[in-house]
């Protein structure tokens, strides 16, 4: 069974420092990673998405890095910002097509 | 832009009832999801979809049923709502075409008493 730990459960930084923020799991014959973020009682925002065949992506000021023989990705944060405050959750698509969420990171920039 | 609805943010209903949650997505996904996520435990997929009038059990089905008759809509059903599921339910949809990405809605918070 596909395991994803995300650690730590929770972080807090400064404004204006770089976040990094790691995912493991434990099934390397992984389809995509997907990075969502999660605001208090609200539903998941997709952030990005890596095909298993990509090493990473982009999208602004977020850059998620794929190793998949390691069982790793990373999502890296440029100079964090108070409103990046949220829990972020990494999940695998593995298998038949299964979903399996880390529980997620909880992040406070301390502006 | 994808858009999944759910019918409502907050619910509080008795120890018994029935309850019904919606879903509806404007995308023409094939697949949808049931997701609850309770503190410490994380998310726990309850039921899914593959298409129209498919379904298959999830890690924690019991206690839950659901029905798909319209591709865009999947409901849950509590049969007799307990304690033990007031909650945060959180329904899924995604496009199997290119990337499987999934996309969530806003949630519906459960509380049963």
């Known amino acids: 069974k596909q395991e994803v730990t995300q650690i730590p459960a929770a972080l807090s930084v400064p404004e204006g420092e770089n976040l990094v923020l790691n995912c493991s799991f434990t099934?390397?014959?992984?389809?995509?990673l997907q990075w969502f973020r999660q605001d208090p009682g609200k539903g998941l925002t997709s952030l990005l998405l890596?095909?298993?065949?990509?090493r990473e992506q982009t999208s602004g000021r977020l850059n998620a890095s794929l190793d998949k023989s390691s069982g790793r990705s990373t999502l890296y944060i440029a100079a964090s910002q108070p409103g990046d405050s949220a829990t972020y959750l990494c999940a695998v698509i593995y298998g038949n097509n299964r979903l399996a969420f880390g529980k997620g990171n909880q992040v406070v920039v301390i502006p | 832009d994808v858009k999944v609805t759910q019918s409502s943010r907050y619910l509080v209903k008795r120890t018994g009832e029935k309850v019904f949650l919606e879903c509806v997505q404007d995308m023409d996904h094939e697949n949808m999801f049931w997701y609850r996520q309770d503190p410490g435990l994380g998310l726990r997929l309850i039921y899914f979809?593959?298409?129209?009038?498919?379904?298959e059990k999830g890690d924690i089905p019991e206690g839950y049923s659901v029905s798909r008759e319209k591709k865009e809509r999947f409901s849950l059903i509590l049969e007799s709502a307990s304690t033990n599921q007031t909650s945060m339910y959180l329904c899924?949809?995604?496009?199997?075409?290119?990337?499987?990405?999934?996309?969530f809605g806003p949630g519906t918070r459960l509380t049963v008493t």
């Open positions: 979809s593959y298409d129209v009038k498919m379904k």
């Open positions: 099934d390397s014959a992984i389809y995509n």
């Open positions: 890596i095909q298993s065949s990509q």
């Open positions: 899924a949809s995604r496009e199997t075409s290119t990337f499987y990405e999934q996309y």
